[in-house]
């Protein structure tokens, strides 16, 4: 899985040479970067999405820039620049080279944003997380399967061979400093959860992302460069594209779950989930889980990812869920899943497209936590006396 931790801190060197900085241009339509952490298992399936980028560039009608920082496992980190040539031939250009460093270190990937956003500064901006992912879950856990993480870099510093992960409130840290962003996505495990919007829902209008796993081959880049590109900025076409994508397969890789969430609504997302939870509180207290779609495959006493709508629906009457559900539906405006991803069985009825963390007793380390992010308060969790609280 592509994995989201709590961020384990190094000695960080964090120097650059190649090409003297680039002059400013005139704006031009839109500035990506493309964050790809690969200095993890996820090494080997690099080259494939760049050429994939390579392909959608070549046939896009791109009025802008579209960079890529990479650190993998096989050489230091670099930035590059696709440029179309004269003869529509897509070559990548090497803007900058780095010394060896963490990036999912705060100041190092701010850093990046900066000079990339104020090197080539556009009319708006998209950002793209490519790593491997976990929501918003605080700690390492062990992983069988090949799907992907977000923000694991396995560094070699002057301490030795280290691996770093990031959380989601030193990620909102990091993007803080980039220009507004027109979208966020996430080609990565898991990130599509209210946890993580939440903590993000200030920093860009959308976010694309998986509340499930991602297949390790991650998304079709050859089909999405141009909607990430669109003057009349299409991006549900973005996410539309990875689910036409998998849903074409067959057997394990017919695996695909998508949401694009308009974080303008969070707060008012955040509003009628604190009224219900405030309704329902001594149920919630004690609400047992086990009956929920699920979007992780962990067994059955790490669980931290349910469907958010489905939890609710659960907890609401008819007449709450049915006033909340139009708020999740202004909220979730793009939504798709296939029946399986691989072999966890996804109900499109109660497929909101949102994960969510339901406290239990058992996940001490993820409770607390949980009540650390923005989205705790918020959502109006902090008005739940948790039995096994109450037994201490």
């Not at 990036?103 to 490519?130: C, F, H, T």
């Not at 994508?245 to 779950?257: F, H, Q, R």
Request: aromatic content about 14%; some cysteine; charged content about 15%.
């Amino acid at each position: 899985m592509k994995k989201l931790f709590l961020l384990l801190l190094g000695i960080i060197i964090f120097s650059a040479c190649h090409h003297d900085d680039p002059t400013p241009s005139t704006a031009d339509n839109r500035t990506v970067l493309v964050y790809m952490i690969a200095d993890n298992s996820l090494t080997s399936n690099v080259e494939a999405n760049i050429d994939s980028m390579m392909s959608g560039y070549k046939t896009a009608k791109v009025t802008g820039n579209l960079l890529i920082y990479l650190d993998d496992t096989s050489k230091s980190p670099v930035l590059y620049k696709l440029k179309k040539n004269s003869n529509g031939t897509v070559t990548k250009e090497t803007v900058k080279y780095y010394s060896e460093q963490n990036s999912v270190d705060v100041s190092v990937m701010k850093g990046i944003l900066s000079y990339v956003y104020n090197s080539y500064p556009a009319s708006s901006y998209g950002l793209v997380l490519w790593s491997h992912g976990y929501s918003w879950v605080p700690t390492p856990a062990t992983k069988t399967i090949t799907t992907r993480w977000f923000g694991q870099d396995q560094s070699t510093t002057t301490q030795g061979d280290q691996t770093h992960y990031m959380d989601i409130p030193d990620l909102a840290t990091a993007i803080s400093g980039a220009p507004h962003l027109d979208f966020i996505m996430f080609d990565a495990c898991l990130m599509s959860g209210v946890e993580v919007a939440y903590e993000l829902k200030d920093y860009t209008d959308y976010l694309i992302a998986s509340p499930a796993e991602v297949i390790t081959d991650g998304f079709p880049y050859a089909q999405i460069i141009e909607p990430m590109f669109s003057t009349n900025k299409n991006y549900q076409k973005i996410a539309s594209s990875f689910y036409d994508y998998y849903n074409a397969m067959s057997g394990e890789y017919k695996s695909a779950t998508i949401a694009m969430t308009k974080c303008s609504e969070m707060d008012n997302l955040a509003a009628a989930t604190k009224k219900i939870i405030g309704a329902h509180a001594s149920e919630v207290s004690t609400f047992v889980s086990s009956g929920l779609q699920l979007y992780d495959r962990e067994n059955s006493n790490n669980h931290f990812a349910y469907d958010f709508g489905h939890f609710i629906e659960s907890i609401a009457t008819p007449s709450e869920w049915t006033t909340f559900q139009k708020q999740l539906n202004a909220t979730v405006i793009y939504k798709a899943t296939t029946d399986y991803f691989i072999n966890l069985p996804i109900d499109s009825n109660h497929f909101s497209g949102l994960g969510a963390y339901i406290p239990k007793a058992t996940q001490t380390t993820y409770n607390s936590f949980f009540k650390t992010l923005s989205w705790y308060n918020a959502a109006g969790w902090n008005q739940v006396s948790w039995y096994w609280e109450q037994s201490r």
